[in-house]
């Protein structure tokens, strides 16, 4: 089980890598939460270049979305899709899966920070 994700995984990210439109991430920082065992908070900062999206995933967390620039597209399985701009906000759930994650632009940047609450050493994007 442990291989076949990991080369899931391993052919998840070099077609990611390969794509001229993926995301940018970065963690800022990931602390644990000393009052809930098992758990830590992760930030992390997403930057889309135009036309950029994210492949169907799922976050295993409580994730809280917050946009910076430009304008994202969102949407859970089973939820609506919708389009959020400097100020606003997105929540997924940790048993959400992602559908879509892109930007609403294909001439302009967009940029997100988003908070996690996940269990302590899981990953922050597992492919679906």
């Known amino acids: 089980m442990k291989t076949r994700f990991a080369m899931v995984l391993a052919l998840s990210l070099v077609a990611c890598a390969q794509a001229p439109?993926?995301?940018r991430v970065t963690t800022l920082?990931?602390?644990?939460?000393?009052d809930l065992?098992?758990?830590?908070?992760?930030?992390?900062?997403?930057?889309?270049?135009?036309?950029?999206?994210?492949p169907v995933h799922r976050h295993n967390a409580h994730?809280?979305?917050?946009?910076l620039e430009g304008s994202v597209v969102m949407q859970v399985q089973g939820g609506k899709e919708?389009?959020?701009t400097p100020g606003q906000t997105y929540y997924e759930?940790?048993?959400?899966v992602h559908v879509i994650g892109r930007n609403a632009s294909t001439t302009k940047p967009a940029k997100?920070?988003?908070?996690?609450?996940k269990n302590s050493g899981a990953p922050v994007l597992v492919p679906e």
């Open 37 to 54: 065992p098992g758990k830590e908070g992760t930030l992390i900062e997403v930057e889309y270049g135009p036309g950029a999206f994210d």
């Open 82 to 84: 919708v389009t959020l």
């Open 29 to 34: 920082m990931s602390k644990p939460l000393a």
């Open 63 to 67: 994730g809280f979305l917050y946009v």
């Open 21 to 23: 439109t993926d995301a």
């Open 93 to 96: 759930g940790p048993d959400d």
């Open 112 to 117: 997100f920070i988003v908070f996690l609450v």
